[in-house]
């Protein structure tokens, strides 16, 4: 079972959702960075179960621990260990389950691949373990800031309630102001109300988190097998309900011709037009990389389902518990956790491919 993301810098995580802890090792992180844990505590929270009326309502205070890797303040170099308990997993309503395939879970797959599976709360398969990515998102931003690289995720799209797809026409900094993380403040309040509605008929939504990288140089990303826009997609639907990745104009841009599409450069070496998303043949160009992940609606609904026993048997299932009608407002601060750390980590790749390697070697 492959835990690990990265190349230089890696994050390997650990644990399941009704577990003693989930928990991760950082490797790679560069040393003297200034370690902010309330920014980190931060972030954890804006990710955390229970912070509104349109998230489960599992109470977790997700209060990270750093076990090593830090000192003074400062990151050493070495793994920096964390661990995150679990405080507040409601592990009986899940025993109706035991022998029960659920519908669009990790259940059938899980069990025909390993011959075993954790059924309390989905196990390793929860998006309760994505806690760790934004520990290692949260310490890689730490980093980028220092080289004015700036990642920002909003929630763009809930059900059939869609923003513009052109993020300048939005004031970014406002989707922090309201429960599902979007921008346009009466486009929120629709959202709102359709979640709540979803959430009164035992059902879920799913929807589409756009993010915006700004400040990245061009460089980024190898040509062939780790393209950037590669290597992003498969941070991006690595994470739990995702189902599709796009950047720059994406589908949109299948009606465009190449005419309008093609970015013109301009004598200043900027592109007048940024429709290939900040990346291109698989390279960042210096523009804002721009990109939209599509989550599925959460598979666990209040409703009654049609499934199978573990003996193949026809059956019918009612979830318990506690879970999100809808995973956008929680999956914004995972994909920025996300994109920081392919940023982050195409960045310390490129020290070794850079055309000036040899004359920073020479000024040291």
């Not at 920014?39 to 509104?52: H, I, M, N, T």
């Not at 599992?58 to 400062?74: A, C, H, I, N, Y």
């Not at 990346?279 to 990109?291: H, K, L, P, T, V």
Request: charge should be negative; charged fraction near 20%; hydrophobic fraction near 35%.
């Amino acid at each position: 079972m492959s835990n690990t993301f990265g190349h230089i810098f890696r994050l390997t995580t650990f644990g399941e959702s009704h577990g003693p802890a989930i928990g991760g090792v950082v490797d790679g992180m560069p040393p003297g960075i200034n370690i902010d844990v309330d920014f980190l505590q931060a972030e954890l929270d804006r990710r955390k179960p229970g912070q509104s009326a349109l998230t489960t309502q599992r109470k977790e205070t997700d209060r990270v621990e750093l076990l090593s890797g830090v000192f003074e303040g400062r990151s050493t170099g070495a793994p920096i260990g964390f661990i995150i308990r679990n405080e507040d997993h409601h592990s009986q309503d899940y025993e109706p389950l035991r022998c029960l395939y659920r519908p669009s879970h990790a259940d059938y797959t899980y069990q025909y691949k390993y011959g075993t599976r954790d059924h309390q709360g989905g196990g390793r398969s929860s998006a309760r373990v994505t806690a760790s990515r934004v520990v290692a998102g949260a310490l890689a931003k730490m980093v980028l800031r220092q080289l004015g690289i700036t990642i920002r995720a909003y929630t763009s799209q809930i059900g059939p309630i869609a923003l513009d797809t052109d993020y300048r026409r939005y004031d970014l900094s406002l989707a922090e102001s309201n429960t599902v993380r979007c921008p346009d403040p009466q486009k929120a309040a629709e959202m709102e109300a359709l979640i709540r509605n979803v959430k009164a008929d035992g059902d879920s939504i799913g929807g589409t988190v756009s993010c915006v990288v700004s400040g990245c140089p061009a460089g980024l990303g190898e040509p062939e097998a780790d393209k950037l826009s590669a290597d992003l997609a498969h941070a991006m639907m690595s994470i739990n309900a995702a189902k599709g990745f796009e950047y720059g104009e994406g589908f949109n841009g299948l009606t465009m011709r190449g005419s309008e599409q093609n970015d013109p450069w301009t004598p200043e070496g900027r592109t007048a037009t940024n429709h290939s998303g900040g990346i291109q043949g698989g390279i960042s160009n210096g523009e804002d990389i721009y990109f939209r992940v599509a989550f599925k609606p959460a598979p666990t609904i209040l409703q009654p389902q049609q499934t199978i026993d573990l003996e193949g048997n026809p059956t019918t299932m009612k979830a318990q518990g506690r879970h999100d009608p809808c995973v956008l407002p929680r999956a914004v601060v995972i994909v920025e956790a996300a994109a920081a750390m392919v940023i982050l980590d195409k960045t310390l790749q490129n020290l070794s491919t850079n055309k000036n390697f040899l004359k920073i070697i020479e000024n040291k």
